[in-house]
């Protein structure tokens, strides 16, 4: 059977023909096949878009009735999590309960978004003339998105559902690796009841699919999350129109950890920050900056630590880290273990592939590092961890703050002045005191620097898929006077 498309109302194959073998990275075998689209697919979803905000009415429809189908999606969802976590597990190869996690972690997102609509929105203004000025906020129109492959449902969620919320019409692209969890998804659109044309689905490439409708003059915004390199080829692209962008890239970022703390509890959260989702995580605390006293001794304990965690299918119970998402990321990864030898890094353990089907590679974590080493600077998106030493509170800063990204941070300390002193000199959009990774559909998400532009989640989230508009009401009528009558 092949796992066809979501356009206008329609499930669809793609013009071409094409398909798309998707695999189990825990297994290298085939689960589905899939339509494959490319451009005129992209246009017909991008057509219907146009009409279903333009002509058919959705952006007038009640703010309730689209919370109403929002939280009948939320319903759903929350009764087929098992089906939606497994999905997620066999497409991307992550642990079962980190899959169930996204799963319950999608439910809340549409059920807040499904609120938002109904809170008070806007604000008015006193001004210096008889004039009530006040300002709402209206969908964009037409919202491009695309999705990475290391939160397939996640990820579409975060776009999707304030996108809908705000009363925008989108086109969906998600990662061609990980397309499932999504088809489904848009399943449970046409089964509550989305108008035609409201939600597209477009399957295929990011070159081709993603490219057009980044390129659109038709698309009103642009969502992105995924590499920078990308990121910025969509920023290109979208200045044909000057589209509205957002984007979510990619990260290096610090986990800071002075001499105070409790060990072993700083420790587990390292492994935690660096290791969940095999480290394919925009946000992964993936340099790990230690005050130098303790150094010796908290580099002994996460390695041996990092050394007994259960690498395997995400389907096993005892599974605790997954594979990497395909075999070219797999060697991508690998690729950039072998420059962290040649740069003269010590690899205090893991390193290689494990020998096993699937691409599994061991958690992995390097010493004796220098700030300007490849493996320091550059996001690797795998299991792989850099040391850094630093001596006191400045140069902590420093190394935190010294490469192009901007995305997340932690710092560990006892010392709760200290601990505030470090977050507000860190250049990042997400941050954690004596903790690594929670986030909040009710926060802002998102990066300082090359780490992208634009918020998702929370209020910021919402905002993001609205235009602002002023409006000034004369409280006078009578005229303005400015010319002469005669
Ligand atoms: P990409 O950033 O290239 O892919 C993310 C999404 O963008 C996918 O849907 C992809 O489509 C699409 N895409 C690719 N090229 C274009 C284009 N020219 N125009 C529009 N859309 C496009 O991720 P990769 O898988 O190539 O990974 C590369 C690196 O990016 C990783 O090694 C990692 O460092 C980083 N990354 C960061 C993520 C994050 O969350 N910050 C997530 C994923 C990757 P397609 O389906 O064809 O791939």
Not at 79 to 104: C, H, I, T, W, Y
Not at 295 to 323: C, T, W, Y
Not at 381 to 392: A, E, M, N, R, S
Request: a negative charge; hydrophobic letters at 40%; aromatic letters at 8%.
């Amino acid at each position: 059977m092949i796992e066809k498309m979501y356009i206008d109302g329609e499930w669809v194959l793609a013009e071409s023909g094409e398909t798309r073998e998707i695999l189990n990275p825990a297994t290298e075998k085939v689960i589905a096949t899939v339509t494959e689209g490319a451009e005129p697919d992209a246009f017909k979803a991008i057509t219907a878009a146009r009409r279903a905000f333009d002509h058919d009415g959705w952006s007038e429809v009640a703010a309730l009735e689209r919370a109403r189908l929002l939280y009948a999606v939320a319903n759903k969802l929350e009764e087929r999590a098992e089906e939606f976590a497994e999905l997620d597990m066999l497409d991307n190869g992550k642990p079962l309960r980190e899959a169930q996690f996204d799963v319950s972690d999608a439910v809340g997102c549409f059920r807040y978004y499904a609120g938002i609509v109904s809170k008070p929105q806007g604000q008015t203004y006193n001004v210096p003339d008889a004039m009530q000025a006040m300002v709402v906020r209206e969908p964009i129109g037409v919202c491009g998105q695309i999705t990475p492959w290391n939160y397939p449902l996640l990820m579409a969620v975060w776009k999707l559902a304030p996108a809908l919320a705000a009363g925008n019409t989108v086109v969906f692209k998600p990662s061609e690796i990980t397309p499932l969890s999504a088809i489904k998804l848009f399943a449970i659109f046409e089964e509550v009841g989305f108008p035609k044309g409201v939600c597209n689905l477009v399957l295929g490439a990011g070159p081709t699919v993603g490219q057009t409708i980044a390129a659109s003059h038709e698309v009103d915004k642009i969502a992105f999350t995924g590499g920078t390199v990308t990121g910025r080829k969509i920023m290109e692209a979208a200045t044909g129109n000057l589209k509205k962008i957002s984007l979510e890239l990619g990260g290096k970022s610090p986990n800071i950890v002075f001499d105070d703390v409790d060990l072993e509890t700083a420790v587990d959260w390292a492994l935690f920050a660096i290791f969940a989702n095999q480290g394919q995580v925009c946000s992964a605390g993936s340099r790990l900056l230690l005050q130098e006293s303790i150094h010796d001794r908290f580099v002994e304990l996460l390695v041996d630590r990092a050394q007994k965690i259960e690498v395997g299918p995400g389907n096993e119970p005892n599974s605790e880290m997954g594979p990497l998402i395909s075999e070219a990321h797999m060697n991508k990864v690998l690729k950039y273990i072998q420059i962290g030898l040649a740069e003269g890094a010590t690899l205090a353990c893991g390193g290689k592939r494990i020998n096993r089907k699937g691409y599994f590679v061991e958690p992995t974590i390097f010493t004796n590092t220098h700030p300007e080493m490849q493996i320091v600077q550059e996001e690797i998106f795998g299991p792989v961890l850099v040391v850094q030493k630093f001596k006191d509170e400045g140069e902590a800063v420093r190394l935190a703050n010294n490469t192009i990204y901007g995305l997340a941070g932690a710092v560990f300390t006892k010392d709760g002045a200290r601990a505030q002193r470090i977050i507000r000199k860190l250049r990042a959009g997400i941050t954690w005191i004596n903790a690594y990774h929670p986030t909040y559909n009710e926060a802002p998400w998102g990066g300082y620097k090359q780490s992208g532009i634009g918020r998702e989640l929370g209020t910021f989230g919402y905002e993001a898929y609205t235009e602002v508009k002023q409006i000034n009401i004369n409280l006078l009528d009578e005229p303005v006077g400015w010319f002469k009558r005669e």
